[in-house]
């Protein structure tokens, strides 16, 4: 992304950013995970956060800002109304495909351009790929390898239970709906975070503020979905390579094709967890 000259942002801006980011990873990354003070829910407590950084915006924040505002409110809200998880069920895929590919990528879409006058980028491609973009590609499936393999393996051994399938009775379509699942959360979520909230945040913060935000973001979304234990702190460093990445590049393509790479590691791992020496890998079976 070219380097816009931002003016110093207010405290008040500043507060509004961090307390809307603060209600993404209560009212959502917290949502399925646990009570607080007298058995009040983690969730409910993001909604005062999310009250009082509209309520900054639209007094102390310019125009712009206070309608980006209320676009990452409209996320937060429509996250909170939609159950996310790993169920390949038919229903729940129409839920998800419905609720996150209408509700969260086209209408904010259709509102940053006609309410906002502020399009969202859609740079898919830009120019040729440099050596070192060819060669992040084996190093990042050796490292999701890696990582997957042991967080699968070792660290959260009942993690596959976060996407079930079924042990008796026909498979392939089950596994179809994981594998397609999968790739569609991965694009969806190139597009939701990168494509709609990092880079509406880049248009009011400097770019390491911009970034840090829409990981919390990422990975508040990602952990109420299925990724506990030590999975959050990977995808936080995940997210924030992958600002840098779409940064540097300004290719949506890349980074989506980086992050559909991974996701077949994700989806291999899973398959085996659940049929054992389903296809192949490295150490036989």
């Avoid at 924040?61 to 429509?78: F, N, Q």
Wanted: net charge neutral.
């Amino acid at each position: 992304m070219n380097e816009i000259q931002l003016p110093e942002v207010s405290l008040a801006k500043r507060l509004s950013l961090w307390l809307m980011t603060a209600a993404m990873v209560l009212i959502i990354g917290m949502k399925s995970h646990g009570e607080v003070i007298s058995e009040v829910p983690w969730h409910f407590l993001g909604w005062p956060a999310l009250v009082v950084s509209l309520i900054l915006a639209w007094r102390k924040g310019s125009d712009s800002w206070a309608k980006t505002t209320v676009l990452l409110a409209y996320l937060i809200t429509v996250l909170h109304f939609t159950r996310i998880d790993g169920d390949t069920t038919n229903a729940h895929v129409l839920e998800l495909a419905l609720m996150l590919g209408v509700g969260i990528l086209l209408v904010p879409a259709l509102l940053a351009k006609y309410w906002m006058k502020e399009s969202l980028d859609y740079s898919w491609f830009r120019g040729r790929w440099s050596l070192k973009m060819w060669l992040w590609f084996p190093m990042g499936f050796v490292l999701a390898f890696t990582f997957l393999y042991v967080y699968f393996n070792y660290w959260t051994p009942t993690l596959h239970h976060s996407w079930p399938l079924p042990l008796e009775g026909p498979r392939g379509p089950e596994l179809w709906r994981l594998f397609w699942g999968c790739n569609f959360v991965g694009v969806w979520d190139e597009l939701a975070f990168i494509n709609f909230v990092f880079v509406l945040l880049s248009r009011h913060f400097r770019f390491g503020e911009a970034n840090l935000a829409q990981a919390f973001f990422f990975t508040s979304f990602l952990h109420e979905m299925a990724f506990v234990g030590w999975g959050p702190v990977v995808l936080f460093v995940f997210a924030l390579v992958q600002g840098l990445t779409y940064r540097r590049t300004e290719s949506l393509f890349y980074i989506v094709i980086l992050h559909l790479m991974i996701d077949s590691v994700l989806f291999y791992m899973i398959a085996n967890q659940w049929y054992p020496g389903f296809g192949w890998h490295p150490w036989g079976g």
